[in-house]
Structure formats: structure tokens, C-alpha cells
């Protein structure tokens, strides 16, 4: 989906409605932000991992962040850490940096 997509389909939609991503497993998520990513193949082959991982150099595209919900002592650091962190940056925190492209 373009962004030019999304704009469209979200013009049909009253413009006082809350926009929501998906939850872990499920359920829904507050949107809080957004974020210019490259995209290329997800290296993780697990069914729950996405289609595509970060990649220096890859596809442009925007990434809409949701706010996972957690116990509330610990959803003001992982809020703080989305606000701050990029894709990549979490992407080498979570894996080896050698299995990185």
C-alpha cells in the first residue's frame, strides 16, 4: 500500500475516528507516530515474523508505530525507546549484529 492508498482509503472514514494498529497477538494498539524505514527480505523465517526487515540502501517506506501494551511500569520505557529508537537500531538490539545484512 502507497501512501497515496492509505490517504485515500482513510478519506472515506469520518475524520474524527481513532486510528489503531494491531495488537502482539491480538487486539488493538494506539498509533504513536510514524517513521521513514528501508525495507528489504525479513532474514527471520519464523510464520510470526513480517514479509520484509530493515535493509541500508532498501525500499523507502513509512512505518505507522503502535504502542504495545505492558505492565505500566515498564510502557514508559519501551514508549520512550519507540520515540527514540529506529528499526535498524532495534533490529541490532534484538539479533546478532551478524546475522544483520
Request: glycine residues 8%; negative net charge.
Amino acid at each position: 500500500m502507497t501512501v497515496a492508498e492509505l490517504i485515500s482509503l482513510l478519506q472515506t472514514h469520518d475524520a474524527d475516528l481513532r486510528v489503531v494498529v494491531a495488537g502482539y497477538e491480538n487486539g488493538f494498539n494506539d498509533v504513536v507516530g510514524f517513521e521513514p524505514v528501508t525495507l528489504g527480505p525479513n532474514i527471520n523465517r519464523e510464520w510470526w515474523s513480517g514479509e520484509f526487515g530493515t535493509l541500508e540502501g532498501g525500499e523507502p517506506a513509512v512505518f505507522i508505530k503502535g504502542m504495545p501494551r505492558e505492565a505500566p511500569e515498564i510502557s514508559k520505557s519501551i514508549k520512550a525507546r519507540l520515540e527514540t529508537e529506529t528499526p535498524l537500531e532495534t533490529s541490532r538490539r534484538i539479533l546478532k549484529k551478524d546475522q544483520l545484512p
